[in-house]
T-cell receptor, first 110, second 113 residues
């Protein structure tokens, strides 16, 4: 069974810092990996989708990398802002199922 | 753009009562999912439907039933609610092809007392 782990569980940084969130998975036979953002009391919003054949994806200040062979992904957030405060979840697609990590709760301090 | 719509958003049930969570998507997706989210546990799959007319158990199916009414709608039923089913429930949908993303509803907050 695929298991997805995210470290750290919580992270607090001052505004303007660059930061990295980590995601690891146990089964490398994935179709894709996604990073999501979840605000309190809300659903999940997709940030970046990386196909299994890709190494990275970028959107604005966000950059996600994928090393499928080692079962790892990172989400890099540049020049963090208070509006980036949220929980970030990664998910991998294996077959027709999606497996989620427990998330990293990010707080950006003004 | 409606996307994935869930109802109700909030519900309080007494132990032993039954209820149905409704979900509809307007993106013509083949696959639909029901997850529950609990603190420290992440999102856990309850049931999913790969295509219209099929349903399969996920990681935590006990105490739940589902119906894929048509391509648009996928409902989740609690036949006899228990306090352990207090959770946030998310419906999601995805195109069948493997490279695609998954889209979530806003969630349904259920409390069983």
């Amino acid at each position: 069974k695929q298991e997805v782990t995210q470290i750290p569980a919580a992270l607090s940084v001052p505004e303007g810092e660059n930061l990295v969130l980590n995601c690891s998975f146990t089964d490398s036979a994935i179709y894709n990996l996604q990073w999501f953002r979840q605000d309190p009391g809300k659903g999940l919003t997709s940030l970046l989708l990386i196909q299994s054949s890709q190494r990275e994806q970028t959107s604005g200040r966000l950059n996600a990398s994928l090393d499928k062979s080692s079962g790892r992904s990172t989400l890099y957030i540049a020049a963090s802002q208070p509006g980036d405060s949220a929980t970030y979840l990664c998910a991998v697609r294996t077959g027709n199922q999606f497996y989620f990590g427990t998330g990293t709760s990010l707080t950006v301090i003004p | 753009n409606a996307g994935v719509t869930q109802t109700p958003k909030f519900q309080v049930l007494k132990t032993g009562q039954s209820m149905t969570l409704q979900c509809a998507q307007d993106m013509n997706h083949n696959s639909m999912y029901w997850y529950r989210q609990d603190p420290g546990m992440g999102l856990r799959l309850i049931y999913y439907s790969a295509s219209e007319g099929t349903t399969d158990k996920g990681e935590v199916p006990n105490g739940y039933n589902v119906s894929r009414l048509n391509k648009r709608e996928f409902s989740l039923r609690l036949e006899s609610a228990a306090p352990s089913q207090t959770s946030v429930y998310f419906c999601a949908s995805s195109p069948f092809t493997s490279g695609n993303t998954i889209y979530f509803g806003e969630g349904s907050w259920l409390t069983v007392v």
